[in-house]
């Protein structure tokens, strides 16, 4: 099965900055994904892991071990529109279409 | 960035009656899109895989008879929940597949469900 985990909830101040975690336990691997999702909307890509080490996108790093399963998205300078859940998703190794995501972390920023 | 519309944004409806939701990809062509639903605090729950020409991959536990699932061209898919009743009531997300390297999934705002 596929397991991906993690935390349900952080919360952070306004230009600060926060790391939110996600481990994984796949049958296969072919990349990770982070996706941001405000209340009552769809998700939007933030990023995109295949390979060992750190993407940075502005204000936005995702960061990958595959040895490690594990990821992390970092968010600088926090902003109060970042009060978001963030979804962790891993992509099937054997089917390029399919997506399995974790719970999600809702991320609330304080002034 | 490659854009995907959904309609209607939310619906109410009477328990038994069916109801459709389109999904578009705008501004690319997507020979594969999916169907998600969502329930609250909870996340994305892959319901079925739609392949432009041919019939959806359904997960299992879903109904296929039940949200009948139409791929008719490479910009639109259509979920029909047929039969709906307030179990079914829920946020139902599209997404299409992007050209690669990265073969993103770009999602549809969503539709939000409601069944009196």
């Known amino acids: 099965g596929q397991n991906i985990d993690q935390p349900t909830e952080m919360t952070a101040t306004e230009g600060a900055i926060v790391q939110i975690n996600c481990t994984y336990q796949?049958?296969?691997?072919?990349?990770l994904f982070w996706y941001q999702q405000h209340a009552g909307e769809a998700p939007t890509f933030l990023s995109y892991n295949v390979l060992d080490g750190l993407e940075e996108k502005g204000r936005f790093s995702s960061f990958l071990s595959r040895s490690k399963g594990y990821s992390y998205l970092l968010l600088k300078e926090l902003q109060m529109k970042d009060s978001a859940s963030y979804l962790c998703a891993v992509r099937d190794a054997y089917n390029f279409n399919k997506f399995y995501f974790g719970s999600g972390t809702k991320l609330n920023v304080k002034p | 960035g490659a854009v995907v519309s959904q309609h209607p944004s939310w619906v109410i409806c009477k328990s038994g009656t069916s109801v459709k939701i389109e999904c578009r990809s705008l501004d690319f062509q997507a020979t594969t899109m999916f169907w998600y639903r969502q329930f609250p605090k909870q996340s994305l729950m892959l319901m079925a895989t739609s392949n432009e020409g041919s019939k959806a991959t359904y997960e299992q536990g879903v109904e296929k008879d039940k949200f009948l699932i139409n791929h008719a061209s490479l910009t639109l898919s259509t979920l029909t929940v047929t039969s709906a009743h307030p179990e079914d009531s829920s946020f139902y997300i599209c997404?299409?597949?992007?050209?690669?390297?990265?073969?993103?999934?770009?999602f549809g705002p969503g539709t939000r469900l409601t069944v009196l």
């Open positions: 796949t049958s296969g691997f072919n990349g």
């Open positions: 997404s299409a597949s992007a050209l690669p390297p990265a073969h993103t999934q770009y």
